[in-house]
């Protein structure tokens, strides 16, 4: 497979690189390096949105929502006469609804097979130690909006928090031109979102976390969106929480020679029909599989309605790496640390324990990433950018806290004091040495 930069019938082209090649590494490591940005100052365009929700609240929110969304909202209420979620609700066809209360129930199963228990122990020296987990009081969901609809992310973000006994579950979805699409609402109506508001975008995030109008700043902020929802919830972390980085989708697909091409090119494209800024990556054991996925891409590219994103991003963010084996597959696949990741390999089992960075794996020929978006139960909101080498993805656990709890008894007091008085006097806090050696001299009734 040789291409450089030529055109080939104008096909839309993703890179390829050899392993075997000389001048891999060199060009790998930049291929990694690359943003995804598609040419805007994410940065700096989301720093100054922010900058104006914080100072002017509403008003700044409903400008920009005309800006972006061309949607007219009130800037008190953040809400807009176009956007009623009872009356979307009761447009959504009846097998649509049965699809989303399908899903639900399956969401709602796995994470609460999460639910991490509290548990206390006492030492050797007669301490009593441990924690507690507590839940949000108040957490604010991004369901994206811009390009498509997403029902499956409203229950992605919400059935967790409902779960986890958060109090106030505020969610946010951008409606263009007033337009929503009904199983996003009654999938938040059926979830339980506390309040809603149809704005998107970094607006949104901002109007979250500091609040704007009647919307009151939440505690955390969750949920998938584009370059820029993502880049405004880096920016506003700090000050409310976040789940992960979770932008521009992400695949990859590990293949050896038992994988099907045309398959495996839906797959890849997938997640590029997301966003232009999103990021499909085969990595092929066999260089025969990845001139066949490359030549199905082609032709699949052409029947999809998405096509021209999903070119823009295949093109742009692409990528068909010609690895050695298995075992340099998953060192490569390590490395991009993807959102998804694809064993479409005869023993996938035995490739699991060799990837240790991926938002999501999915094992074998007949688990396709899009199972995982809808229904399978697992959680599609998930780290991108290589943020899976540091963050899972969404779970009960986001929505939970972890508090410690100790009660030392007078033994163990008598136990622990001395070595607490030496650490406060090497570092010259006799304020902390006092609150010990007090309680060293006297009972707790003694006074004086
Ligand atoms: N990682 C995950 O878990 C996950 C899950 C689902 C979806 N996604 C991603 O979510 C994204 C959805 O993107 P979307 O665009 O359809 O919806 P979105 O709701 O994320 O973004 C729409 C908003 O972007 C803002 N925006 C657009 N262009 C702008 C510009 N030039 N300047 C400033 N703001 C601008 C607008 O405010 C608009 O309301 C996709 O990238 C998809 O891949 C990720
Ligand atoms: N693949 C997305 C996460 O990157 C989630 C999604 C929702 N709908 C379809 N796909
Ligand atoms: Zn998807």
New binding site residues.
Partial sequence: MKRGSDKRNSAPMARTFNTSAPDFETRFSRFLGEQRADG?DVGG??AK?LDEVEARGGEAVAR?TAQ??ELQIDPTTLQSDNVDLAALAAECPADLKEAIDFAHDRIAAYHSAQRPSDHSFTDEAGVELGWRWTSLESVGV???????S?PS?VLMNTVPAKIAGVDRIVMV??A?KGEMAPAVAYAALRAGVDEFYPI?????VGALAFGAGRLKPVDKIVG??????AEAKRQVFGRVGIDTI????EILVIADETANPDWIAADLLS?AE??P??QSILIAVDEVVGRAVDNAVDKQLKTLATGERAARSWSSHGAIIIARDLDEAATIANRIAA?HVELAVADPDAMLPKIRHA?AVFLGHHTPEALGDYVTGSN?????SRAARFSS?LGLYDFLKRMSVQRASPEGFAALAPAALRLAEAERLPAHARSVSIRSNAGPGDVG
């Avoid at 998107?200 to 949104?204: C, E, H, S, T």
């Avoid at 998938?224 to 929802?229: E, K, L, Q, R």
């Avoid at 599609?380 to 991108?384: A, I, K, M, Q």
Wanted: proline content about 13%; aromatic content about 10%; glycine content about 18%.
């Fill in positions: 805007h365009i989301v949105i920009y972006f969304d991004y369901v994206p909006g811009g390009r498509a997403y992310s979805a951008p263009p998107g975008g970094a607006q949104a998938p969106g584009n370059a820029f929802v979770a932008g521009p989708s997640q997301h966003d800024s999103s959102e938002g599609h909101v998930l780290p991108t993805g």
